[in-house]
């Protein structure tokens, strides 16, 4: 038998390429969540770190191609990689789950990719302490996971607006992740 966090791992990582296979993300990375990173000297930042690991460019969270024009979301991501989504993003509802998809493409050849589950969900209403955050900073076959998964959110009476509450999401140990993101807002779906 699995123990929980191991099981919860599993679970993340399922999860994460779901959402990769539903946003079109293609073939899965070359190296997938929970697998034994390659020996890298620790840095203080991840652009530090990516410089360490390539002569491109630093992998940063600036996302490629044009923005939203019409701001619907105000979800914001401080931390290794900052960012605020504005556009409306993809949703799905799956029995007792809420999903919302975030993807964006990177410089480098680089994508950033947020999962957001709402658990048990049953409608409109507030979900607390039962909220999943997965997101992912990848360049190539390196990858930077960070998971929460336990935090609060609200999901509108429209059905189609999620408030996330302002949370700590940690890089997932034995990964190149480093430094904790924080993530909060409101998020529209455009599906």
């Known amino acids: ?18 959402a990769l296979c539903a946003c079109g993300g293609g073939s899965a990375p070359a190296r997938l969540l929970g697998t034994t990173p390659t020996a890298v000297p620790r840095a203080s930042s991840l652009a530090q770190l990516n410089m360490d690991l390539s002569k ?6 600036t996302v490629s191609g044009g923005s939203a024009q019409t701001v619907q979301s105000n979800l914001r991501f401080t931390g290794p990689c900052a960012y605020t989504e504005q556009s409306g993003v993809a949703c799905s509802r799956k029995i007792d789950d809420f999903y919302v ?33 997965f997101v992912e900073a990848a360049r190539g076959p390196d990858i930077y996971p960070w998971s929460q998964l336990v935090t609060s959110s609200r999901v509108a009476p429209d059905g189609r607006h999620v408030h996330l509450e302002e949370t700590d999401v940690p890089p ?20």
């Open 101 to 133: 998809y975030i993807k964006h493409s990177l410089p480098g050849n680089g994508s950033f990719i947020v999962s957001i589950n709402v658990e048990k969900y049953k409608g409109p209403g507030d979900y607390t302490n039962a909220t999943q955050v």
């Open 1 to 18: 038998m699995k123990p929980p966090q191991a099981s919860c791992q599993l679970a993340a990582m399922l999860l994460i390429a779901a």
């Open 56 to 61: 491109a460019a630093p992998l940063d969270c």
């Open 172 to 191: 997932q140990s034995g990964t190149q992740a480093l430094g904790v993101e924080h993530i909060g807002g409101d998020v529209y779906c455009a599906t």
